[in-house]
Protein backbone atom coordinates (compact mmCIF):
# COMPACT_ATOMS: atom_id res chain seq x y z
CA UNK A 1 0.00 0.00 0.00
CA UNK A 2 1.32 3.39 -0.73
CA UNK A 3 -0.96 5.04 2.02
CA UNK A 4 -1.74 9.14 1.42
CA UNK A 5 0.14 10.16 -1.14
CA UNK A 6 0.07 14.16 -2.06
CA UNK A 7 1.32 16.41 -5.20
CA UNK A 8 3.07 18.45 -5.42
CA UNK A 9 5.53 18.50 -2.98
CA UNK A 10 6.33 22.31 -3.49
CA UNK A 11 4.71 25.06 -5.02
CA UNK A 12 5.11 28.45 -5.79
CA UNK A 13 2.23 30.59 -6.61
CA UNK A 14 1.73 34.07 -7.46
CA UNK A 15 -1.22 36.48 -5.40
CA UNK A 16 -4.28 35.44 -7.92
CA UNK A 17 -3.25 32.49 -8.83
CA UNK A 18 -5.44 29.10 -8.21
CA UNK A 19 -4.13 25.74 -7.61
CA UNK A 20 -5.21 22.04 -6.56
CA UNK A 21 -3.63 20.21 -4.08
CA UNK A 22 -4.51 16.44 -4.92
CA UNK A 23 -4.24 13.79 -2.38
CA UNK A 24 -5.15 10.26 -2.46
CA UNK A 25 -5.50 6.97 -0.39
CA UNK A 26 -5.30 3.55 -1.05
CA UNK A 27 -6.55 2.46 2.24
CA UNK A 28 -10.34 2.29 1.63
CA UNK A 29 -11.12 4.64 4.31
CA UNK A 30 -13.75 6.65 4.49
CA UNK A 31 -12.61 9.67 6.56
CA UNK A 32 -10.22 12.17 4.66
CA UNK A 33 -8.88 15.33 5.95
CA UNK A 34 -7.17 18.13 4.98
CA UNK A 35 -4.94 20.46 7.18
CA UNK A 36 -2.71 23.27 7.15
CA UNK A 37 0.39 23.56 9.06
CA UNK A 38 1.65 26.88 9.66
CA UNK A 39 5.73 27.15 11.10
CA UNK A 40 5.71 26.55 14.74
CA UNK A 41 1.77 25.62 15.18
CA UNK A 42 -0.36 23.11 15.04
CA UNK A 43 -2.69 21.79 12.41
CA UNK A 44 -5.67 22.91 11.89
CA UNK A 45 -8.29 21.53 9.86
CA UNK A 46 -9.12 23.12 6.74
CA UNK A 47 -12.18 20.63 5.28
CA UNK A 48 -13.01 16.97 5.90
CA UNK A 49 -15.19 14.04 4.62
CA UNK A 50 -16.93 11.50 6.12
CA UNK A 51 -17.51 9.79 2.53
CA UNK A 52 -18.11 10.15 -1.02
CA UNK A 53 -20.33 13.00 -1.77
CA UNK A 54 -20.21 14.24 1.33
CA UNK A 55 -18.01 17.04 2.92
CA UNK A 56 -17.92 20.20 5.56
CA UNK A 57 -16.03 22.64 6.79
CA UNK A 58 -13.21 22.87 9.46
CA UNK A 59 -11.69 25.60 11.53
CA UNK A 60 -10.77 27.24 8.33
CA UNK A 61 -12.23 26.74 5.29
CA UNK A 62 -12.17 30.39 4.11
CA UNK A 63 -10.24 30.40 0.27
CA UNK A 64 -10.55 27.09 0.03
CA UNK A 65 -12.86 24.31 -1.72
CA UNK A 66 -13.21 20.34 -1.60
CA UNK A 67 -14.70 17.94 -3.54
CA UNK A 68 -14.93 14.36 -2.85
CA UNK A 69 -16.63 12.34 -6.22
CA UNK A 70 -14.39 8.71 -5.21
CA UNK A 71 -13.60 7.14 -1.36
CA UNK A 72 -10.06 7.10 -3.12
CA UNK A 73 -9.45 11.01 -3.82
CA UNK A 74 -9.89 14.18 -2.08
CA UNK A 75 -8.51 17.31 -3.29
CA UNK A 76 -8.04 20.82 -2.03
CA UNK A 77 -8.68 23.65 -4.45
CA UNK A 78 -7.27 27.24 -3.79
CA UNK A 79 -9.12 30.18 -5.51
CA UNK A 80 -7.47 33.29 -5.80
CA UNK A 81 -4.31 32.31 -3.94
CA UNK A 82 -2.90 34.59 -1.22
CA UNK A 83 -0.02 35.03 1.31
CA UNK A 84 -1.79 34.24 4.22
CA UNK A 85 -2.15 31.10 2.32
CA UNK A 86 1.43 30.34 2.41
CA UNK A 87 1.65 26.65 4.81
CA UNK A 88 1.96 23.26 4.33
CA UNK A 89 -0.73 21.46 4.06
CA UNK A 90 -1.29 17.81 4.67
CA UNK A 91 -4.06 15.23 3.77
CA UNK A 92 -4.82 12.29 6.09
CA UNK A 93 -7.52 9.79 6.18
CA UNK A 94 -8.66 7.29 8.89
CA UNK A 95 -10.70 3.75 8.89
CA UNK A 96 -13.64 5.35 11.33
CA UNK A 97 -14.30 7.17 14.50
CA UNK A 98 -14.78 4.72 16.84
CA UNK A 99 -12.47 2.55 19.68
CA UNK A 100 -9.12 3.69 17.19
CA UNK A 101 -9.42 6.65 15.16
CA UNK A 102 -5.66 6.58 14.28
CA UNK A 103 -5.06 9.35 11.24
CA UNK A 104 -2.98 8.49 8.67
CA UNK A 105 -1.33 11.54 7.01
CA UNK A 106 0.52 11.86 3.70
CA UNK A 107 3.94 13.57 2.93
CA UNK A 108 2.82 17.51 2.82
CA UNK A 109 2.56 20.24 0.25
CA UNK A 110 4.60 22.87 0.71
CA UNK A 111 2.90 25.59 -0.92
CA UNK A 112 4.43 29.54 -0.72
CA UNK A 113 2.10 32.50 -2.34
CA UNK A 114 3.97 35.61 -3.40
CA UNK B 1 -14.56 27.70 19.64
CA UNK B 2 -12.82 25.17 21.73
CA UNK B 3 -9.25 25.25 22.34
CA UNK B 4 -6.49 22.53 22.91
CA UNK B 5 -3.53 23.94 24.93
CA UNK B 6 0.07 22.34 24.90
CA UNK B 7 2.93 23.05 27.45
CA UNK B 8 5.51 23.77 27.31
CA UNK B 9 6.32 25.23 23.45
CA UNK B 10 9.84 23.90 23.67
CA UNK B 11 11.88 21.63 25.71
CA UNK B 12 15.62 21.25 25.76
CA UNK B 13 17.12 18.03 27.66
CA UNK B 14 20.22 16.24 28.15
CA UNK B 15 20.30 12.42 27.09
CA UNK B 16 18.76 10.31 29.74
CA UNK B 17 16.82 12.83 31.39
CA UNK B 18 12.87 12.53 31.33
CA UNK B 19 10.53 15.07 29.19
CA UNK B 20 6.74 15.62 29.92
CA UNK B 21 4.40 17.75 27.88
CA UNK B 22 0.92 18.54 28.84
CA UNK B 23 -2.36 19.45 26.98
CA UNK B 24 -5.65 21.20 28.36
CA UNK B 25 -9.12 21.34 26.90
CA UNK B 26 -11.20 23.99 27.63
CA UNK B 27 -14.07 21.28 27.00
CA UNK B 28 -14.39 17.84 27.30
CA UNK B 29 -12.93 15.72 25.09
CA UNK B 30 -14.01 11.95 23.69
CA UNK B 31 -10.78 10.72 22.94
CA UNK B 32 -7.07 12.56 23.20
CA UNK B 33 -4.62 11.57 20.40
CA UNK B 34 -1.14 11.99 20.48
CA UNK B 35 1.23 12.28 17.40
CA UNK B 36 4.94 12.59 16.74
CA UNK B 37 6.24 14.46 13.71
CA UNK B 38 10.10 14.42 12.85
CA UNK B 39 11.60 17.86 11.31
CA UNK B 40 10.61 18.02 7.98
CA UNK B 41 7.70 15.24 8.09
CA UNK B 42 4.89 14.03 8.28
CA UNK B 43 2.37 13.64 11.87
CA UNK B 44 2.90 9.68 12.77
CA UNK B 45 -0.12 8.50 15.39
CA UNK B 46 1.32 7.44 18.35
CA UNK B 47 -1.59 6.45 20.63
CA UNK B 48 -5.69 7.00 21.09
CA UNK B 49 -7.08 6.86 25.13
CA UNK B 50 -10.19 6.88 25.45
CA UNK B 51 -11.28 6.33 28.77
CA UNK B 52 -11.25 8.79 31.77
CA UNK B 53 -8.01 8.12 33.91
CA UNK B 54 -6.72 6.08 30.94
CA UNK B 55 -3.08 5.38 31.51
CA UNK B 56 -0.95 3.76 28.16
CA UNK B 57 2.61 2.96 27.98
CA UNK B 58 4.71 2.79 24.85
CA UNK B 59 8.24 1.43 26.13
CA UNK B 60 9.83 4.61 27.49
CA UNK B 61 6.75 6.56 27.11
CA UNK B 62 3.61 7.04 29.38
CA UNK B 63 0.58 8.56 28.04
CA UNK B 64 -2.21 9.74 30.51
CA UNK B 65 -5.78 10.88 30.35
CA UNK B 66 -7.11 13.29 33.37
CA UNK B 67 -10.38 11.84 34.76
CA UNK B 68 -12.49 14.97 33.68
CA UNK B 69 -11.08 14.13 29.92
CA UNK B 70 -10.02 17.49 29.39
CA UNK B 71 -6.18 16.87 29.90
CA UNK B 72 -3.43 14.28 29.02
CA UNK B 73 0.24 14.34 29.20
CA UNK B 74 3.06 12.04 27.84
CA UNK B 75 6.03 11.44 29.26
CA UNK B 76 9.11 10.35 28.19
CA UNK B 77 11.71 8.58 30.14
CA UNK B 78 15.47 8.44 29.53
CA UNK B 79 15.15 10.60 26.76
CA UNK B 80 17.47 9.56 23.88
CA UNK B 81 18.52 11.36 20.64
CA UNK B 82 15.22 9.36 18.38
CA UNK B 83 13.16 11.15 20.62
CA UNK B 84 13.96 14.32 18.84
CA UNK B 85 10.88 16.00 17.42
CA UNK B 86 7.47 17.70 17.97
CA UNK B 87 4.78 16.05 19.89
CA UNK B 88 0.95 16.74 19.43
CA UNK B 89 -2.49 16.18 21.50
CA UNK B 90 -5.10 16.00 19.08
CA UNK B 91 -8.63 16.38 21.10
CA UNK B 92 -11.78 15.37 19.52
CA UNK B 93 -14.84 15.86 20.70
CA UNK B 94 -16.03 13.54 18.67
CA UNK B 95 -17.29 12.78 14.95
CA UNK B 96 -13.54 12.71 14.11
CA UNK B 97 -12.67 16.57 13.65
CA UNK B 98 -9.45 16.95 15.66
CA UNK B 99 -8.40 20.26 17.42
CA UNK B 100 -4.81 20.29 17.63
CA UNK B 101 -2.32 21.38 20.22
CA UNK B 102 0.33 23.76 19.18
CA UNK B 103 3.04 20.68 19.69
CA UNK B 104 6.05 20.97 21.66
CA UNK B 105 9.22 20.88 20.72
CA UNK B 106 11.63 18.03 21.94
CA UNK B 107 15.62 18.62 21.45
CA UNK B 108 18.01 15.90 22.79
CA UNK B 109 21.38 17.29 23.34
CA UNK B 110 23.89 13.79 23.16
Known amino acids: NAGVTQTPKFRILKIGQSMTLQCAQD?????MYWYRQDPGMGLKLIYYSVGAGITDKGEVPNGYNVSRSTTEDFPLRLELAAPSQTSVYFC?????????????FGPGTRLTVT | GQQVMQIPQYQHVQEGEDFTTYCNSS?????IQWYKQRPGGHPVFLIQ?????EVKKQKRLTFQFGEAKKNSSLHITATQTTDVGTYFCAGDKGGGKLIFGQGTELSVKP
Open chain 2, 27 to 31: TTLSN
Open chain 1, 27 to 31: MNHNY
Open chain 2, 49 to 53: LVKSG
Open chain 1, 92 to 104: ASSYSTGVSDEQY
